[in-house]
């Protein structure tokens, strides 16, 4: 189940990557900065989102093994983060 759950959290990491790389190629084929503004504002709504499904998979892997406190704080560290990083 671990070794699956971990697998999960990476592929979503490398999709995520492969994305961003793409869309780096489109930026340098399009040459436009208005272009390649539209595509870094979506990539700014993909990042947190791969963040969350990340950390969720993690703390719900994990979860079984704490306390529901430390849960608890897992999940509130994981949503200071997301606040304390939104512009």
Known sequence: MEQATVGNMAMLRVIS???EIAVAII???AGRVDT???LNALLGLIGPIVFIMVSVLGIAAIAVKLS???VLLLSAGMVLVL???KS
């Open 68 to 70: 529901w406190y430390k």
């Open 27 to 29: 930026f340098l084929k």
């Open 83 to 85: 606040i304390g990083t």
């Open 17 to 19: 990557g492969l994305l």
């Open 36 to 38: 390649a503004l539209r």
